[in-house]
């Protein structure tokens, strides 16, 4: 998860707290027209013909989202009515409490406009709320595509010790999984896939990703600058990396500056995309996550080099081609720079088949971060184009999302996002390749 402009925040979190009016959160979080069930009576003919031209040439069914967030509060009544009770373990969940006070006003607008766009209104009903807005997006998003659900685990200290005050927010592993189950069965099909979140320096990481191996989990999130996580220091992560190859796990793990959760900034080191070649030699496949869209962090010669920099590096190197893949979550927020790489990587055939689809929700859903008009002026899109697509955010900001990067073009040559982006990483995984060195 990011959000990039640290200093838009800060402007935020004057005007917000001048003004003194909660309902300026939704005009910069969630500023929706109307319900998704809504859409398709609302939009215009433009706008419809927008979103069979993005289906168009793709199996719907087969749509993946590789990055969609859970959250919750510990001090939530509950999922309520939404799942039977018992059958989702909500214990655990946690969110900083810093992010809910004035003495941190970049951090309590953040969390604000999230929740906003979250469609959280009222704190003591955030789980339920989440949860039944995700559940009524994705009822709503075309084809029986899924949604991979993203846990996150605590901040840990190297002699495996949580540090609660360190860590910004903590999504269970059996919450995501309880959560998955129960929201499938309310839509009658598997379109939500649980994904684990298991810090290394635990010391039953083994243990854990051996459990969760075993119920069907085949993926495990990392964010390593918010968990206080060195992908590079085998010490801790070897016998990790190496279980996770033995029982064809795929980790998803962010790479570039982490900003919309709290990284402390000795930890902003973590996001170096380079420090993943000791894990990739052991026969890792590996999502980066964000593609290191943003900050910059050294080379192996020490020079400061942008991590997309450094993403693309790594993606070049031969022996990677097969089980190392990037995702393009959070690249087209409204950000010159990002969106920039965003046309680097359309214009490269050598990323074709290699690139992800995830909407890193609910960061679409805030409406400040909406990149279409900015998109207009980089000559991605037409008008006509921009007015369709803020109509679909309007209703189901999941679905633009999807749109707006099926839609965007290069600036100069025309090409397109390749259809391949959207599926499974399945049918370009290489295993024959993903395999350690030793044996290459």
């Not at 929706?32 to 706008?47: H, I, K, Q, T, V």
């Not at 595509?145 to 540090?163: Q, S, V």
């Not at 081609?321 to 990587?345: E, H």
């Not at 189901?396 to 100069?412: A, M």
């Amino acid at each position: 998860m990011k959000i990039s402009g640290p200093g838009r925040f800060l402007v935020l979190a004057a005007w917000v707290a001048v003004s003194g009016c909660d309902a300026l959160y939704d005009r910069v979080g969630g500023n929706f027209r109307g319900e998704p069930a809504d859409m398709m009576d609302a939009l215009s003919p433009d706008a419809k013909a927008l979103i069979a031209r993005a289906l168009a040439g793709l199996d719907r069914d087969r749509i993946v989202d590789y990055h969609t967030h859970v959250v919750g509060l510990g001090m939530a009544q509950g999922l309520g009515a939404l799942c039977e009770d018992g059958t989702v373990d909500e214990s655990g969940l946690y969110i900083n409490p810093m992010r809910f006070t004035w003495r941190h006003p970049v951090w309590k607008v953040k969390t604000s406009v999230l929740m906003s766009a979250a469609r959280i209104e009222d704190l003591g009903a955030a789980n339920a709320q989440y949860a039944r807005r995700l559940l009524d997006l994705v009822r709503h998003f075309p084809g029986k595509g899924t949604f991979h659900l993203l846990a996150m685990d605590a901040y840990y200290e190297e002699d495996g010790t949580p540090n609660w005050e360190k860590t910004d927010i903590h999504v269970p592993n059996r919450y995501v999984v309880d959560l998955a189950a129960c929201l499938n069965s309310r839509l009658g099909s598997a379109r939500f896939v649980p994904v684990i979140s298991v810090h290394p320096y635990r010391r039953d990481a083994v243990d854990a990703l051996r459990r969760f191996a075993g119920r069907g989990v085949r993926f495990v999130k990392w964010l390593p600058n918010i968990m206080n996580i060195d992908p590079a220091n085998m010490a801790k992560n070897g016998k990790f990396y190496e279980e996770m190859v033995r029982l064809d796990m795929v980790l998803i793990t962010h790479t570039g500056k982490e900003s919309a959760l709290r990284a402390f900034d000795e930890n902003q080191k973590y996001g170096n995309p380079l420090l993943y070649r000791p894990a990739l030699d052991l026969g890792l496949t590996l999502i980066m996550a964000h593609s290191g869209r943003d900050g910059e962090n050294p080379d192996e010669n020490g020079a400061e080099r942008s991590n997309f920099a450094l993403f693309l590096q790594m993606m070049a190197a031969p022996q990677y081609n097969g089980c190392l893949f990037g995702d393009v979550s959070g690249m087209t927020i409204r950000d010159a720079r990002s969106l920039g790489y965003f046309a680097d990587i359309i214009a490269d055939p050598e990323l074709n088949g290699r690139m992800v689809n995830g909407s890193d929700y609910p960061l679409p859903a805030a409406y400040f971060l909406n990149p279409t008009s900015e998109l207009v002026r980089k000559n991605m899109l037409t008008a006509a184009e921009q007015e369709a697509l803020d109509a679909i955010y309007g209703y189901n900001p999941l679905l633009f999302d999807f749109v707006v990067k099926r839609t965007l073009r290069h600036p100069k040559t025309g090409r397109r996002l390749p259809a391949s982006m959207f599926l499974s990483i399945d049918a370009n995984r290489k295993r024959t390749k993903c395999r350690a060195r030793s044996e290459r």
